[in-house]
Each structure stands twice: as structure tokens, then as C-alpha cells.
Nanobody
């Protein structure tokens, strides 16, 4: 039974920082990627960052240089350290686990209804 549970969202002022966590359990893929996505009201889901089991990371253009993804295997937790936050970073943030490589996960995961793997329930980030 795969479970992904996000936490760490909240309200923050522009320029501030926030760290999201995603507790991951039950993933049985031999190799897999973990990713972060976000979706603002009225907008399509956007791929933010992804990391594979070898530590390869990929970022969406809108967050490069500001966000950092990491995976602590000892704690079964995926993180997203967000800095230099801007109002356009506002949205619901979701973590995902997939057998796809990071690039494919970010590409396909943004498509509504895509069956890339497993998703968490989301955590809200509001930047004002």
C-alpha cells in the first residue's frame, strides 16, 4: 500500500522560504523517481522538481536556482526547500512517486489524469 503524505505548507511573505516534506511509504519499484508538482486555481498542474534513486535532479524553469529537491532515504522523506518565494509560487503542492525517469515524470505528470504513479493529497502554499 503506497502512501505519500505532504506537510509543511503555509502562508509566507514574498521573498521568504518554506520547506515541504513528503513522507513516502510502500513504494516497491526497483528504480523510481519522486517529484513535486503544484497547481494554482484555474491553472494546469506544473512539474516543479524530480529526483531519482541515483540522486539525479531536474527542475522546472520557473524554480531553477530557488528551489531544491532532496530525498532522505533513512527517513523515507522527500523534501522541497523553497526560497525567494514569489506570489506566483502560490498553489497546492503535490508529491508523486513513479517508475518513470525524472524528466518523463515532470513531463507526463502535469497532464491531468495521467497515470504516472502515486500522488499525495497536497499541501497549500500561499505567498503574498
Amino acid at each position: 500500500h503506497v502512501q505519500l503524505v505532504e506537510s509543511g505548507g503555509g502562508s509566507v511573505q514574498a521573498g521568504g522560504s518554506l520547506k515541504l516534506s513528503c513522507l513516502v511509504s510502500g513504494v516497491r519499484y526497483s528504480t523510481y523517481s519522486l517529484g513535486w508538482f503544484r497547481q494554482a486555481p484555474g491553472s494546469e498542474r506544473e512539474g516543479i522538481a524530480a529526483i531519482d534513486t541515483g540522486g539525479l535532479t531536474l527542475y522546472g524553469d520557473s524554480v531553477k536556482g530557488r528551489f531544491a529537491i532532496s530525498h532522505d532515504r533513512t527517513k523515507n522523506t522527500l523534501y522541497l526547500q523553497m526560497g525567494g518565494l514569489m506570489p506566483e509560487d502560490t498553489g497546492m503542492y503535490y508529491c508523486a512517486a513513479s517508475p518513470l525517469q525524472p524528466g518523463r515524470l515532470l513531463e507526463l505528470g502535469k497532464v491531468a489524469g495521467s497515470a504516472v504513479g502515486y500522488w499525495g493529497q497536497g499541501t497549500q502554499v500561499t505567498v503574498s
